[in-house]
């Protein structure tokens, strides 16, 4: 059985991606959170899950080591990655401190570098499969994510340059681009939107983000974390054997490509 490893499995994307699949691989969960880690893999492993987990900083190479060091003692090889692992939050460009634009980028950018790179050296010429996760926001130009949508713009770059390293051994890279999804990270920013606009008050933070659906998505719905893990399980399955260095939007047409 091939050997996936997920980045960001205890959030609410993560976990769906994860849980998709560990029905057709192994599993090591990664992510900061290590009581939620923990309660995931429990919950795979009681449904028949072949799984481990480990705590895993994605900005920090040595933590990224350890834990493909941990899938290969307990699992095997890796041989598909899928970077889910990501930060943000909405705030307007001209309030956007040093400290976030850095963080941001350490975890969303950094972070996926760091597994691709992984990944390919332990390869070493060997087929497997990656899909990183972008963003819509990577395609908006919008004011309040001034620093995660250029994150998630270079993730998709970056996705290029591994696709065409990797495709002379079968490895193959491809970004899932997310829409409007009710995750911990729109729950955060929608009650930092409530606190911070006046012209919401009295509003909730379910009503702004069922807003922003509305204004924004021409099929008029969110998105769901089982919409993306679907398709992060395809690409990341032999159904997509000739598919590389493809950016996807699961966003209910949000962007048109």
């Known amino acids: 059985m091939s050997v996936a490893l997920v980045t960001g499995a205890a959030g609410g ?21 290590s009581g939620k880690l923990g309660d995931l893999a429990s919950k795979l492993a009681a449904d028949g899950a072949s799984v481990a987990h480990a705590v895993c900083d994605v900005s920090d190479r040595d933590s990224v080591t ?12 890796v041989d598909v990655l899928a970077n889910v692992a990501g930060v943000g939050r909405f705030v307007p460009l001209a309030d956007l401190t040093d400290q976030q634009w850095d963080r941001t980028f350490a975890v969303n950018t950094r972070g996926t570098f760091l597994t691709c790179q992984e990944l390919l050296r332990r390869r070493a010429g060997r087929p497997g499969a990656i899909v ?30 591994v696709s065409r390293v990797g495709a002379p051994t079968g490895v193959r890279a491809n970004t899932v681009m997310p829409g409007l999804i009710w995750t911990d990270m729109w729950e955060k920013t929608s009650e930092w939107l409530l606190a911070n606009d006046p012209a919401l008050a009295g509003s909730s933070a379910e009503k702004i ?19 993306v893990a679907e398709m992060a399980a ?4 032999e159904r997509a054997a000739n598919v590389t260095g493809q950016t996807i939007s699961v966003d209910g047409g949000v962007v048109l490509t």
């Open 132 to 161: 990183n996760l972008a963003s819509i926001g990577a395609r908006l130009g919008m004011d309040m994510l001034a620093d995660y949508g250029p994150s998630k713009a270079a993730v998709i770059e970056l996705t290029h340059v």
């Open 66 to 77: 350890a834990a493909f060091d941990t899938a290969e003692a307990q699992l095997g090889e």
């Open 13 to 33: 994307l993560g976990s769906a991606i994860a849980t998709r699949l560990a029905q057709d691989h192994a599993v090591l969960l990664t992510d900061v959170d």
């Open 209 to 227: 983000f069922q807003g922003f659906v509305e204004s924004m998505v021409p099929m008029r719905r969110p998105q769901t974390p089982q919409d």
């Open 234 to 237: 395809f690409l990341l399955s």
